[in-house]
């Protein structure tokens, strides 16, 4: 019996890492729910699509409101590394930060969490032949990408964003939303 206690300790700690935060929702900021693509959304900012296409250089227009998605390693941030924040394209809220920012080799850039809670909504999308998570900006309800479950630990995730959707900048620059 005595020398079962030490491989009881060991297989529990062994367990304990496992089941450890990895597959925690709670410690993630990853949203809980994915909406239903007919679930009626409102949003902060909202405007008009002709608005929308005045706001917006045409690509970004293409990818945000019409969520078309830019060819891999053509966008302008798959690789950037520097430290700072990540902002949605159309109303400026802080999304990502270069913190939750790795190297998934797809080609386009890729976020293991998001900068915080609630920055975007998770939208269920079967465009294209496939069921996919699609990823909305929480404040304006702009396309951003989709999000999958092949990211590294410990959230597991993987936010892959359009370079379009989105606007580097230093974390120091003021937060507030365009409106
Ligand atoms: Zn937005």
Redesign the pocket.
């Given at each position: 019996m005595k020398k079962l206690l030490p491989l009881c300790l060991l297989l529990a700690s062994l367990f304990g890492c496992y089941a450890g935060p990895t597959n925690d929702p709670a410690a993630t900021n990853a949203p809980s729910t994915i909406l239903n693509p007919t679930h009626p959304m409102t949003f902060p900012?909202e405007h008009t699509d002709a608005e929308w296409r005045k706001r917006l250089t045409p690509e970004q227009y293409r990818v945000l409101r019409q969520a078309d998605t830019e060819a891999p390693f053509t966008g302008k941030y798959w690789n950037t590394k520097e430290p700072g924040v990540y902002r949605?394209a159309?109303?400026?809220?802080v999304l990502f930060t270069s913190r939750d920012k790795f190297d998934s080799g797809c080609g386009w850039p890729s976020f293991s969490d998001l900068a915080a809670k609630g920055t975007v909504l998770e939208r269920q999308d079967d465009s294209h032949g496939m069921r996919r998570t699609e990823v909305v900006?929480a404040?304006?309800?702009?396309h951003l990408g989709h999000v999958f479950d092949d990211g590294p630990a410990p959230t597991g995730l993987r936010y892959c964003i359009n370079s379009a959707a989105i606007d580097f900048g230093s974390e120091t620059q003021t937060n507030q939303?365009k409106n």
């Open positions: 900012i949605c159309a109303c400026g809220s900006c404040h304006c309800g702009s939303p």
